[in-house]
């Protein structure tokens, strides 16, 4: 497989969009880092990217998603997660929720509940509307390497595991999105990461 970096033209998202309703992978930026993704309801997708990655196959993939709507199709959502969605998404944000039966339960490693997120990046964004799905993406790099910032970082760590890699330039924090678990009574902060856990469980008071 060659891999190819490309602009983020209107006619090179249309291929990626493309690749990704076939089932296959393409690397993208958002404002965190670089993701690794496929159609997060194609179970057969999603193995590519444990295969690409050399990632433990029982680990949960979260889905990014590019409206309100595209969430109720794929997860429950709550009063608390309302508050969060519209205080920061898009942005650095995954808000864990319970999962609508739509998503397979290999995608989520089993769990009744997925990882939401409105990415804050254009590219990120028009990949996920012209694809027309969520689209399942953790960090574009090898499992227990740094996540990439660039696309010449993904080049680096996939060259031969995806055909594409769609070039938005450096991400703008380099770190990962914060986690936030909203199925449990309490709200628990999983990850700490671009938005700081303060700011989130002030808008929940």
């Not at 380099?174 to 628990?188: F, N, Q």
Request: proline share 7%.
């Amino acid at each position: 497989m060659q891999t190819k970096i490309l602009r983020p033209t209107e006619e090179n998202l249309l291929l990626a969009a493309e690749f990704i309703k076939r089932g296959e992978l393409v690397a993208f930026p958002t404002e965190t880092v670089y993701g690794l993704g496929a159609d997060g309801l194609n179970v057969e997708a999603c193995r590519k990217i444990f295969v690409a990655k050399g990632r433990p196959s029982d680990k949960p993939l979260s889905l990014h998603v590019a409206n309100l709507e595209m969430v109720e199709r794929v997860a429950k959502i709550s009063s608390a997660a309302e508050k969060l969605f519209k205080a920061f998404c898009p942005g650095a944000l995954t808000i864990i929720l319970p999962k609508n039966k739509i998503i397979p339960d290999f995608v989520t490693g089993g769990l009744s509940s997925v990882g939401i997120r409105f990415p804050a990046n254009d590219v990120a964004l028009s990949l996920i509307r012209l694809a027309d799905c969520p689209i399942a993406a953790p960090s574009a790099n090898l499992s227990g390497l740094q996540p990439p910032k660039t696309a010449q970082e993904v080049f680096d760590n996939l060259s031969g595991r995806v055909e594409i890699i769609l070039d938005g330039g450096q991400c703008q924090f380099g770190v990962s999105s914060t986690i936030i678990d909203l199925t449990t009574a309490t709200p628990k902060i999983l990850r700490h990461g671009a938005i700081p856990a303060e700011k989130i469980l002030e808008v929940l008071k």
